[in-house]
């Protein structure tokens, strides 16, 4: 399956609070090159998706779970998109305090609806910020995550073209 432009197209969508997902989304379309397209997800629409031949979803974990803007895009987008993207592919890489596993169960829970494939194990970066002032500042994530997130973006894109996924 090609996008609507002809090409493959691995739609990374992200959502950020304090730089790290959004440092992690970027290196994915690094190693994704020309065949990745980053969609911040507050604008990403059911278009955006159906133009993609898969998906990697990029955010943090808050509270033990996606973030609101996350979950807002999956909202706008579940019910336009079900019954048309059944079997694409997807991963995901979340940037976490401690755990990131709920972040991550929600995603999958989520994606189980739309039948998408799960191609690679779940990235999860733990930043240890535990107090008020570690979990608000803004993050740096170390150079051995980003490039894990460049190798997955790398990967997931040859794999699109193809046509393993």
């Known amino acids: 399956m ?4 002809g090409e493959i197209l691995l ?3 992200w959502h950020s609070r304090t730089g790290a997902a959004q440092a992690l989304a970027r290196a994915a379309a690094e190693g994704a090159g020309d065949s ?6 507050a604008q990403a629409g059911p278009d955006d998706l159906l133009a993609a031949d ?5 955010c943090p974990e808050n509270l033990a779970a996606m973030t609101g803007v996350m979950k807002e895009m999956f909202d706008r987008c579940y019910y336009p998109l079900l019954g048309r993207v059944e079997g694409r592919p997807y991963a995901t890489a979340i940037a976490a305090g401690s755990d990131g596993r709920g972040a991550q169960a929600q995603i999958d829970r989520i994606v189980t609806g739309w039948r998408l494939r799960r191609i690679a194990d779940p990235i999860i970066v ?3 910020a535990q107090s008020p002032e570690a979990i608000l500042a803004p993050k740096t994530v170390p150079t051995g ?3 894990t997130c460049r190798e997955m973006g790398a990967a997931f894109a040859e794999g699109l073209s193809l046509g393993i996924f």
């Open 2 to 5: 090609k996008g609507s432009t």
């Open 11 to 13: 739609a990374i969508i």
């Open 36 to 41: 990745g397209r980053l969609l911040c997800a």
């Open 54 to 58: 898969g998906y990697l979803f990029v």
């Open 126 to 128: 733990n930043l240890d």
């Open 145 to 147: 995550d980003l490039e």
